[in-house]
């Protein structure tokens, strides 16, 4: 099992930026893959971003050019540069781990921070 930590959210106005945080433990060694969803109030949890262990990167076409998913691989932690947030960007943001077999959707989730954007 992987054991997800998420931090760094906080409300913030339109405009501005927030950097999330995951850090990853257990058995990260058979992590394919880590991402971040997120989950607006009455909508359905929706995919972020993913980056598999090669580097390789897919971005939901709302967030493209304005969030960066990067890594520090000493520091097992991925993290997720959000920048010119809009107030529809506001959600609670999960982290996400998965192995090679499992599909999307599927693997470690952390509990969430709370992103709020609003004037």
């Known amino acids: 099992q992987v054991q997800l930590v998420e931090s760094g959210g906080g409300l913030v106005q339109p405009g501005g930026s927030l950097r999330l945080s995951c850090v990853a433990s257990g058995s990260i060694f058979s992590i394919y893959a880590m991402g971040w969803y997120r989950q607006a109030p009455g909508k359905q949890r929706e995919l972020v971003v993913v980056i598999t262990n090669r580097g390789s990167t897919n971005y939901a076409d709302s967030v493209k050019g304005r969030f960066t998913i990067s890594r520090d691989n000493a520091k097992n932690t991925v993290y997720l540069q959000m920048n010119s947030l809009k107030p529809e960007d506001t959600a609670v943001y999960y982290c996400?781990?998965?192995?090679?077999?499992?599909?999307?959707?599927?693997?470690?989730w952390g509990h969430g921070t709370q992103v709020t954007v609003s004037s």
């Open positions: 996400n781990a998965r192995k090679i077999d499992e599909i999307l959707g599927g693997g470690s």
